[in-house]
């Protein structure tokens, strides 16, 4: 069976509406739409329940003729044997393929068919809206790209600045792979490391073996791990400028260690233009006693924000958007660090764990005003957390709250699904929601875990993947900014780029998309949203170092990856024109 499908064009017109998809069986030259007329609400995700498939189940054994630009597709064996035998790889997930078409010409690809049942079961597809011309749009990009970048060189720090100072010392440390990884493994274990001695002896251990083909160190570690005792004094001095560094580093990206540090911290950003978010350090607590201290220093956070936040002048940027003013206060909240151990209960158990301090928080911030975002964490508890979510505000206390929020990673393949169904809770609830759409920090431990229990990565195999995932979730969001009020999570020029134009494109007000960054990452780049007069809110963590390791390390790996965009756009000097290609084509 050969099927061709069109996004573009004359035959995506036939459809007529965004999130169908034309279709024609080359064979029998019958023609229809999938989507959302087709196959409920789920639109593009229709396709599953529509159940394209071949003569008898045996599948598709080639997709040619696709025009406009589909970006992935996925076959799935539906028996492990078939996955094995067809596509040596073991996984149920046998291709993930990318297919894009130039004007008339169009490429195809040759999919296995031996298999029995190979289904297609997820498409992500980049659709045409009806109004929107995809040449125009991409020229819209490249333009409001190349604006981001030239505000942001403009923007960069001094030679003599801290934040200078401590980019080039990050780069200088990291440019050796297997270096970085044991620098890492060292700033993960010093919160558990008590004493100068213990510190010093780690150093040891980590930096200094060259087994395994490791190299030499750079010569001022080979100086500064000369000692011979792990109690000398010169060890004492090592372990301490060791600690000083990594304290540095957490500053960085961490805005306090307490409720009144991160109010200073918080007053200085809307002083700088940009709002902020605030999140307390911690996550997948163990202990009751623990989560229940989460929830105080929340609860503390909430009311300490709201009374200072009386006091500050209102800025018309950040305090409001084109359906009406935004709450000052903004928290970003993360359920299992305010219950405990909620992966080791049964279901409904960790729901109603997690949905009572979710209750304490809501009403809490209803008493200041304040906004409540609420964080996504692994992907165990992501069907959780949106139960969690969707059922306590439908609650009557919670039905008609406006200030709440809720996160979607676009990573994860599943994340069109989710959005959609975000949608439909929001329109049926009556009442819009924000929310942020991420790429994901948890890949690498959401790809090890699922390799260990020998079941298919619920993230995408490729870095583009995602990219491309974030741009179609993203027109989603705001197609439908009635019900989903869209915030975008990236320090991504491109990313960034894509959403703004679409909402241009679209007709949308000015600031009717929301971007939001990291705190200690992109400075320039969030400089540049300010000069542009976007609405820019930092994401900024609040906690001790004990506690915020591991989000600490999540960091650190996303400054210094080979992949980081930040990385790209201002270590490894790649051409603008590149960074803002669409992904796959860079």
Not at 290 to 299: D, F, I, N, P, S
Request: hydrophobic share 40%; proline share 4%; charged share 25%.
């Amino acid at each position: 069976m050969n099927v061709a499908l069109g996004c573009e064009g004359e035959d995506a017109g036939e459809c007529g509406v965004v999130g169908f998809l034309f279709f024609r069986c080359a064979q029998t030259g019958g023609t229809g739409c999938l989507g959302i007329g087709e196959c409920g609400e789920d639109g593009l995700h229709g396709l599953t329940r529509c159940g394209l498939t071949g003569p008898r189940g045996r599948g598709l054994d080639q997709i040619d003729g696709i025009r406009g630009h589909v970006t992935a597709f996925v076959i799935a064996g539906r028996g492990q044997e078939a996955a094995d035998q067809d596509y040596g790889d073991g996984s149920q997930t046998a291709i993930t393929h990318r297919n894009e078409c130039r004007e008339e010409e169009c490429l195809s690809q040759r999919l296995p068919a031996d298999g029995p049942g190979d289904t297609l079961i997820g498409m992500n597809v980049t659709m045409a809206h009806p109004s929107i011309n995809e040449h125009e749009l991409e020229r819209s990009i490249r333009e409001i790209g190349e604006e981001v970048f030239q505000r942001a060189e403009d923007a960069a720090p001094s030679v003599w600045s801290m934040e200078r100072w401590q980019q080039s010392a990050m780069e200088w440390m990291t440019q050796d792979e297997d270096l970085k990884l044991r620098l890492f493994q060292f700033v993960e274990s010093l919160p558990r490391l008590g004493t100068s001695v213990q510190v010093a002896g780690r150093l040891k251990e980590l930096l200094t073996r060259n087994e395994n083909g490791h190299g030499p160190l750079p010569a001022i570690l080979q100086f500064a791990l000369a000692y011979e005792r792990n109690d000398s004094l010169f060890a004492s001095i090592v372990a301490g400028t060791a600690r000083w560094g990594c304290a540095q580093s957490a500053r960085q990206f961490i805005c306090g260690s307490t409720p009144s540090e991160a109010i200073a911290s918080v007053m200085k950003l809307r002083r700088q233009g940009m709002a902020f978010t605030v999140d307390l350090l911690g996550e997948t607590v163990h202990s009751t006693k623990v989560a229940r201290g989460h929830l105080e220093t929340y609860l503390r956070l909430i009311a300490e924000l709201g009374t200072a936040a009386r006091s500050w002048t209102d800025d018309p940027v950040l305090d409001v958007a084109p359906w009406g003013p935004i709450p000052k206060v903004n928290v970003s909240i993360k359920l299992t660090a305010l219950a405990a151990d909620v992966e080791r209960m049964d279901r409904a158990s960790a729901a109603a764990a997690m949905a009572e301090p979710l209750r304490t928080v809501l009403r809490a911030a209803a008493a200041v005003g304040a906004f409540i975002n609420v964080d996504m964490e692994h992907y165990s508890i992501k069907d959780l957390t949106l139960e969690v979510f969707k059922s306590v505000l439908m609650e009557d206390a919670f039905s008609d709250t406006p200030d709440i929020g809720i996160v979607i990673q676009a990573y994860l393949t599943d994340a069109m699904k989710d959005m959609h169904g975000l949608i439909d809770w929001s329109r049926g609830r009556g009442v819009p929601i924000s929310v942020r759409l991420v790429k994901g920090a948890y890949w690498d431990s959401e790809t090890a875990r699922a390799q260990a229990e020998g079941r298919p990565p619920p993230v995408f195999a490729e870095k583009w993947q995602s990219d491309a995932s974030f741009e179609q979730v993203g027109r989603l969001m705001i197609d439908h900014a009635d019900w989903i009020r869209p915030t975008i999570g990236s320090h991504n020029v491109r990313s960034i780029a894509a959403m703004l134009a679409y909402s241009q494109a679209m007709g949308q007000a000015p600031r009717t998309v929301e971007v939001q960054m990291l705190t200690g990452m992109g400075d320039p780049l969030k400089r540049a949203m300010v000069a542009m007069k976007q609405r820019l809110r930092v994401y900024s963590p609040v906690g001790d170092l004990v506690k915020g390791m591991a989000y600490l390390i999540r960091r650190l790996i996303e400054n210094t990856s080979n992949d980081s965009f930040l990385r790209q756009s201002f270590g490894d000097g790649r051409s603008v024109t590149s960074l803002l290609a669409r992904p796959g084509r860079a």
